[in-house]
């Protein structure tokens, strides 16, 4: 199971509890039709997060950054990429300060 297909499960549950529990709020009183206040904020949000999870599951939408849709094999090969990167620039990174500190010191001896 990909990380997209998880939360997209975790948003459906989490916005069908929210609907149930606007539901329930209709029902016991507690939120008014004819007087709206933040109550309707519980049914939206459920219905907002509803709405997300179809996009997430299929790597899609504002939270496709975050729960990306790939398997583990993928994934692991797609960070050992990212990590080997960060390591060459490191690498780059170290070759120029010794080049400059060569430089200096010779700058120096000559002076």
Do not use: C, Y
């Not at 950054?65 to 583990?72: K, V």
């Not at 990167?85 to 010191?105: D, N, P, V």
């Amino acid at each position: 199971m990909t990380p997209a297909h998880s939360a997209s499960r975790l948003l459906l549950g989490t916005g069908l509890g929210l609907l149930l529990a606007g539901g329930l709020g209709l029902i016991a009183g507690i939120i008014s039709v004819e007087k709206p206040s933040i109550g309707f904020l519980i049914p939206i949000i459920g219905l907002l997060a509803i709405a997300m999870s179809g996009p997430t599951r299929r790597g899609q939408g504002p939270l496709a950054n975050w729960f990306p849709n790939e398997n583990d094999s993928s994934m692991a090969i797609r960070v050992e990429t990212e990590l080997g990167l960060g390591q060459k620039e490191e690498m780059i990174g170290t070759a120029w300060a010794k080049l400059e500190h060569t430089m200096l010191s010779k700058e120096l001896e000559e002076e």
